[in-house]
């Protein structure tokens, strides 16, 4: 599950996977719900480890299926969420946190899929001059 968080600019949060999968590449902070959490607490402390900031939970954005390795197939959820306190710092298995306007995404090394499904749930609208597909 992943966090879809704007900044008071309406910037979106990104980070810049440090490990596979998509080492290098930008995508929204999030990981695993571990056993015994629900999404919601999956998601502060995935947020907090990294990102450093404390968000809470808006609503559900969107679910997309990702291929994994050995033919499994993931159902990842992802989250509109707020940032209520903290300070935005790269941590635990992200390389760079950083705030994007719209426009930036198109320029960006994106997770497969990405700019897709957050225009496709109507977060963005494509950026201007875009044909990535995330």
Do not use: H, N
């Not at 990702?66 to 941590?91: N, Q």
């Not at 899929?113 to 496709?120: P, Q, V, Y």
């Amino acid at each position: 599950m992943g966090a879809i968080v704007r900044d008071e600019q309406g910037r979106l949060l990104l980070v810049r996977r440090g490990r596979p999968p998509g080492k290098g590449l930008w995508s929204v902070p999030g990981g695993r719900v571990e056993p015994g959490e629900s999404d919601t607490e999956a998601l502060a402390r995935e947020m907090r480890e990294e990102t450093g900031l404390t968000v809470r939970v808006v609503g559900l954005a969107g679910t997309v299926d990702r291929p994994g390795p050995g033919g499994v197939v993931y159902e990842i959820r992802d989250y509109l969420a707020e940032s209520c306190g903290g300070t935005l710092r790269a941590g635990d298995d992200a390389e760079d946190a950083r705030w994007f306007t719209e426009d930036d995404l198109a320029r960006l090394p994106l997770s497969p899929g990405l700019l897709d499904a957050l225009t496709g749930w109507g977060v963005i609208g494509r950026p201007s001059g875009s044909s990535a597909t995330g």
